[in-house]
């Protein structure tokens, strides 16, 4: 579990994240949703240990990421902004080198790869070098890195852009299976049709701040508009009128 209590960050006189609190439970989707520019990345770098908040709590399964920033990280599985693969590493000497990072031993390591690999459909990239890749490869190859260690807890950000139709299918999949496992998976997208299918609560944030924090049918039924994009629109637009 994911509790974010009252984060603040700050970039000179810019207020990145303003005061944002919000719970991602296990066994639970939970999806992390604003405009460029709302503090969603700023917020998703503090809770994997990249930032240091400027107040504010982040607590991962109950350890403070600032007191113990090196035992969350190894709570937590995280897909960044920026995917940083090693580009002369095949995306198997990827996966198994954050494997020997994370201290996994090796008969277990080859047990978890071989799982994600098929999980995510990647088996004819394996043993490619990852220069090269296209996209959607390089999200494949990023994920599995990210979650070779079994973590409980999982952040991706955007992690299905630049993939295709079926493998969008077939991550939505690797999601609910995350999922259904009991992990908490916390993610940011921009496309609703994914948000719609995928997720238990979605938190809204707008100018640094927490706007909406509830379930897919509750901000439906809170706008008054029965389509998730139409509900966002109109969440969005109320803060961008309070906010001018």
């Known amino acids: ?13 810019v207020k990145a994240v303003d005061g944002v609190s919000f719970t991602a439970r296990d066994g639970e989707i939970t999806g992390l949703l604003g405009p460029n520019g709302a503090g969603k990345t700023t917020t998703l770098r503090m809770l994997y ?23 969350v990280r190894r709570t937590l599985g995280v897909l960044p902004d920026a995917r940083g693969l090693y580009k002369r590493l095949t995306a198997r000497e990827n ?18 790869r071989e799982k994600l690999v098929d ?23 990023a994920i599995a890195r990210a979650l070779v260690h079994d973590p409980k807890n999982v952040i991706l950000d955007e992690p299905t852009n630049g993939l295709d139709v079926m493998s969008t299918r077939s991550m939505r999949a690797f ?6 496992e009991g992990r908490c998976v916390l993610f940011s997208s921009h496309i609703m049709q994914e948000v719609a299918a995928l997720c238990d609560r979605i938190v809204v944030i707008a100018h640094g701040r927490v706007v909406a ?17 139409d509900a966002f629109v109109k969440i969005i637009g109320s803060e961008e009128g309070l906010a001018a």
């Open 1 to 13: 579990m994911i509790e974010v209590r009252n984060l603040r960050k700050s970039f000179g006189e």
């Open 49 to 71: 240990t990249l930032m240091k908040p400027d107040a504010g709590q982040v607590l991962v399964d109950g350890i403070d990421t600032v007191v113990e920033p090196v035992a």
């Open 95 to 112: 996966i198994e080198y954050f494997a020997q990072l994370h201290g996994v031993e090796t008969a277990l390591m080859q047990q978890r």
């Open 119 to 141: 999980a995510l459909e990647m088996r004819d990239i394996l043993d490619r070098r990852t220069e090269g890749f296209s996209q959607g490869q390089r999200v494949k190859t």
């Open 175 to 180: 999601l609910k299976a995350m999922k259904a």
């Open 213 to 229: 924090d509830e379930t897919p049918d509750a901000l439906r039924a809170q706008t008054g508009e029965t389509n998730l994009e």
